[in-house]
């Protein structure tokens, strides 16, 4: 684990000790740190929230569909990582920014919900980012090199790799561990996405526009 992945860990537990123990870091201050915490809570979750929408359902597909597959899925490999670290950090401080401004205490059961919302978020961030990334990342390198000996994958959007499959159990065998970790990544990428879109959800109720 890089020291990048190190200090976004250590600032998820300052976030729980904020959720937990408010009081350590002067909650309830005045209006002037009330007002900072709920600047740097909205500036963390709206980059999350727009990270999250432009890579899940914009960049992802545009590159997919226009990149030959071995260079989309390297690009990936690089992007991901950073996507991750970025969401998980912005995360992280949503969730102290939002516990400093609702103590679990005194919250209201709505806001509970809300720092669940943001807490599970964060949980699947950091999932992807620590666990379920580099094993997509060091599966698709080892796919990519058998796929590159079978002579496939040059081809932009449509893949070969299903026909070929049929001919070759190993590539198969391949596709299906890539396929699991895979779909557990996205899993924890769409839920992770949904936890922030209900929180959106209670962040416009108090508007007043």
């Given amino acids: 684990m890089g020291w990048a992945a190190r200090f976004l860990t250590a600032v998820s537990f300052l976030a729980a000790g904020v959720l937990f123990a408010p009081d350590a870091l002067g909650a309830g201050g005045g209006a002037g740190a009330a007002a900072a915490a709920r600047l740097v809570h909205v500036l963390a979750f709206a980059t999350a929230w727009g990270a999250g929408l432009w890579v899940t359902f914009v960049g992802g597909i545009v590159m997919f569909k226009y990149l030959p597959r071995h260079q989309f899925g ?63 990342v060091e599966m698709m390198m080892k796919r990519h090199k058998m796929e590159k000996d079978l002579g496939i994958a040059t081809e932009v959007g449509y893949s070969k790799n299903a026909e070929t499959a049929k001919r070759s159990p190993a590539l198969a065998a391949m596709n299906r561990k890539f396929g699991t970790i895979h779909g557990l990544s996205s899993l924890a990428n769409i839920m992770a996405f949904g936890c922030l879109a209900m929180h959106s959800w209670y962040l416009s109720s108090k508007l007043d526009l």
């Fill in 74 to 136: 390297s690009l990936q490999g690089k992007m991901f990582p950073a996507y991750f670290m970025l969401i998980s950090a912005c995360s992280a401080i949503s969730v102290a920014a939002f516990a400093y401004l609702h103590p679990w205490k005194t919250a209201s059961t709505i806001e509970r919900y809300q720092l669940g919302f943001l807490i599970s978020a964060l949980g699947c961030n950091l999932s992807n980012l620590l666990v379920f990334t580099p094993m997509t």
